[in-house]
C-alpha cells in the first residue's frame, strides 16, 4: 500500500494564526473584523482540526452564509484539512429607557392613516424574522380595531397569572398579545382614548413575554397626541412607517416619521404597500396607485424604502382563516419581500446594538 507514504503531513496552527486569519473576515454592516468585533468564540485547535463559534448580533443576519464560508476559506488557506464553523446569534438591547423584562428589541409599525397595510406588514415581518431564528413577539396595541386575532385565525381570552401579569398566547410560534383578547367591545367603547393608551403602556410591561429578541408593536393608526404618549412612554429601538403610494397616504406617513423624530424613536425606513399589481398574464407591474411616490418620501427623509409590495387581493385571504401570506406562499414577491425586509431589520438594529449610528438620515440622531 502506496497511501501512508503520500499522506498529506499534518499542518499544526495554533490560536493566533486562526485569529489573525479570521481576521480577514469583514462584517459587511458593521465594516470591521469579526475578531475585534468579539465575534469569534469557542475556538478549538486539535491536530489540524480547527471548529469555532461565530456569535452574530442577529440570527436573521442576511449574509451569515457568506461570512460562515469566508470563515472556511480563510482558515482553510493555513493548510487546516477540517474547519467547523458555527453562526451562532446574540441579539442584543438597542436603547436604555426603561426596558420590558427579557425583551431585547422592540420594533414599532406606524403608518399615518388606517387601512395601509400596517397590521398585514407587522405580522409578517414579525414571521419572517421568526423564520430567520428569531425569537419575536406581537403585541397588538389598536384598541378600536385590533387586527392581529382576524389576521392570525386566533381569539382566546388571555390568563392573568397569580403575580396579576398576563401570559401571551403562543399562535404560530410567537408570544402574541391583542387587546383584542383582553377587551369585549363594551370595554373599550366606553373607556376614553388617552386613558385606553395608558392602559396599553402600562399592560406592556404587565406580560411575561419570556426571553425576546424582537417585539413588534403594531401601533394605532393615526399620529396624534396619544399614539405620541404611547411611542414616547414605550422603550421602541426603531420604527418602521407604512405606506401606500396614493398622495394621501404619502403625507400622513410623513407625520409618521415626524412622531418619530419627536420622541427620538430612530426610523428604519419605509414600506410601500400596494405598490403595483403584478399581472398574471402579461407578467408587469401595473402601477394603479402612482408610480415612485414611497421612493420619493425615503429619498427626501434619507431613510431607505425597506420594501415594495404587491397589491393582490388575497393577501389576506378570508377564506385563509388567519394563515398570514408569507406562511401559505412557497415563494412568491410576500416570502421574498418579507424575507429581505427582515434580514434589513435585523441587520440595521444589530449595527445599532454595537453602538453604530447609521451615518446620514435625520431621523437616525437619537
Ligand atoms: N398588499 C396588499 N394587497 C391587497 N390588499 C391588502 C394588501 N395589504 C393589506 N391589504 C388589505 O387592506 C386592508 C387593510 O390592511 P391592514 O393590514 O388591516 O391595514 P391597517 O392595519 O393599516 O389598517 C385589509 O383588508 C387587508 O387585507
Ligand atoms: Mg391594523
Redesign the pocket.
Known sequence: MVFGRFRKKTVEVNENQVLEALKQVIDPDLQRDIVSLGFVKNLVIKNDNVSFDVELTTPACPVKEQLQRQCEEVVRALGVTKVVVTMTAQVRAVRGKRQIPGVRNVIAVT?GK????????AVNLALALLRRGGRVAMLDC?LY?P?LPD?LGFNQPVRQLGDGAFKPHQVYGMNVMSMGFLLNGDQSATMRGPMLHRFVQQFLFNVHWGETDYLIL?LP?GTGDIQLSLTQETPISAGIV?TTPQKAALLDARKGVEMFAKVNVPVLGFIE??SYYLCGKCDKEHAIFGRGGGQALADEYGLPLLAR?????T??DDRGEGVPVILREKDGPYLTAFGNLAGRVAAELGKRSMGWAVPGPRAFEV
Open positions: 403608518s388606517g387601512g395601509v397595510g400596517k397590521s398585514t406588514v389598536d380595531g387586527s389576521l403594531d393608526p407604512v404597500n400596494m409590495l404587491p397589491l393582490d387581493p393577501v389576506n
